[in-house]
């Protein structure tokens, strides 16, 4: 059984960072393509990143380029989405979602497992 928790969500000041963790169980990580989605309230979930099995591929959405950065470190069973210069509309709840095919894809379903969600909240 696939499991995913993520960490690392939190209360942050507009300008601030918050790096995010999602540990996944399995032995099959190395395989799976890795992705950060984000749903703010009221608002449908939305493609923030994914990496490809290998990690030499990334994609992002375009808004959020050059802000976001996905990584991951197969050795650990951990996929990283480091955020900088957060603001406002950074807020939401940020999931973790695992692909079996390895290719990332920015449809969430595309993806066969998912986090719990952790909570980001950017004060202004």
């Known amino acids: 059984q696939v499991q995913l928790v993520e960490s690392g969500g939190g209360l942050v000041q507009a300008g601030g960072s918050l790096t995010l963790s999602c540990v996944v169980s399995?032995?099959?990580?190395?395989?799976?393509?890795m992705a950060w989605f984000r749903q703010a309230p009221g608002k449908e979930r939305e493609f923030v990143a994914a990496?490809?099995?290998?990690?030499?591929?990334?994609y992002y959405t375009d808004s959020l380029k050059g802000r976001f950065t996905i990584s991951r470190d197969n050795a650990k069973n951990t996929v990283y989405l480091q955020m900088n210069s957060l603001n406002a509309e950074d807020t939401a709840a940020y999931y973790c979602?695992?692909?079996?095919?390895?290719?990332?894809?920015?449809?969430?379903?595309?993806?066969?497992?998912w986090g719990q969600g952790t909570q980001v909240t950017v004060s202004s």
């Open positions: 990496i490809r099995w290998s990690g030499g591929r990334t």
């Open positions: 399995g032995r099959t990580f190395s395989t799976y393509a």
């Open positions: 979602a695992a692909e079996e095919t390895g290719r990332a894809f920015p449809q969430s379903y595309a993806y066969n497992y």
